[in-house]
C-alpha cells in the first residue's frame, strides 16, 4: 500500500562536495534495494568509489536532504559520443533508502530529473530496471515510458518532447529555490551559538 507522506527535507541538486554524503546514502540502501539500484551485489568499496568519482563524470545528481543527511537520490548521466557531439540520451537512475520508499520521493525524483534532461536538450532517458522491481516501472509508465524487455531486465524509454516556456519556467524555479535554500542553511550554520 502507497503511504502518502510529506516529507520535512529538500530536494536540490548535489555536488561535489555532497560526494561523501551521497557516498554513505547509498552504503545505507538496504541490501534488496542495493540490488536493485545496481543491478547487483557489489562491495561497499565499489560503492564508496562509484559515489566519490560520480561529480567527475558529466550528469546531474539530486538529493533528497533531511537533517543534512542525502536519504535518497536521482542521477541522470548522459550518453558519452565519440564525436563529443550533445547527448541526446540520458540514463537515470533513483535510490530511495528503506524508511522513505513508498512515499512519493521517487516519483518526485524522477519529476525533477526529468525536467532537467529536457531543458538540458535530452531528448530520450532510460531507466534499467529488474523484472522484479514494480516501482521502477511504475514511475516509468507515470512519466510516459515505454517498457521492454531486455536480456533479463526492464527498459523504461521515456521520449521528452523539446522544452517549452513552462518545463523551463518549472526547471528555473526549482533552482531558485534551491539557491535559496542553500542560502537559508548556510545563515543558520553562521548563527552563533546558544550561550
Ligand atoms: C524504486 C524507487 C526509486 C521508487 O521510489 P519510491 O519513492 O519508493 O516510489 P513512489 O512512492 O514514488 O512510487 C512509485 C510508483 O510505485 C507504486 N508503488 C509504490 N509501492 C508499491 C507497491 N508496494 N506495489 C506496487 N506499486 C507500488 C506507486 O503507486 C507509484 O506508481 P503510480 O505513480 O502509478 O501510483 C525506490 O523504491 C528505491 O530506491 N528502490 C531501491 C533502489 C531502486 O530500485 N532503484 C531503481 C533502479 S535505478
Redesign the pocket.
Known amino acids: 500500500?502507497?503511504?502518502e507522506h510529506i516529507h520535512p527535507g529538500v530536494m536540490r541538486r548535489l555536488n561535489v562536495g555532497d560526494a561523501e554524503a551521497f557516498a554513505e546514502h547509498l552504503l545505507r540502501?538496504d541490501p534488496?534495494?542495493?540490488q536493485?539500484?545496481f543491478?547487483g551485489a557489489l562491495s561497499d568499496d565499489t560503492i564508496r568509489k562509484y559515489a566519490l568519482g560520480a561529480f567527475n563524470r558529466p550528469g546531474v545528481h539530486l538529493g533528497y536532504v533531511e537533517n543534512g543527511m542525502i536519504r535518497?537520490a536521482g542521477e541522470l548521466v548522459p550518453e558519452v559520443r565519440k564525436d563529443f557531439s550533445w547527448p541526446a540520451e540520458a540514463e537515470?537512475?533513483?535510490?530511495?533508502?528503506?524508511h522513505?520508499?513508498?512515499?512519493?520521493?521517487?516519483?518526485?525524483?524522477?519529476e525533477r530529473i526529468i525536467g532537467y534532461a529536457r531543458v538540458s536538450g535530452i531528448r530520450r532517458i532510460v531507466?534499467?530496471?529488474?523484472p522484479q522491481?514494480?516501482?521502477?516501472q511504475?514511475?516509468a509508465?507515470?512519466f510516459g515510458g515505454e517498457l521492454r524487455y531486455l536480456e533479463g531486465e526492464y527498459q523504461g524509454i521515456i521520449e521528452l518532447g523539446a522544452p517549452n516556456l513552462a518545463t523551463c519556467l518549472r526547471a528555473g524555479l526549482h533552482e531558485g529555490f534551491d539557491l535559496v535554500d542553500r542560502a537559508l542553511n548556510f545563515a543558520e550554520t553562521m548563527r552563533p551559538a546558544p550561550r
Open positions: 500500500m502507497l503511504h540502501l534488496v534495494s542495493r536493485m539500484r543491478e535518497a537515470a537512475a533513483f535510490s530511495v533508502e528503506k522513505l520508499q513508498e512515499g512519493r520521493i521517487g516519483t518526485r525524483l524522477a531507466l534499467n530496471c529488474l522491481n514494480v516501482r521502477m511504475r514511475i509508465a507515470h
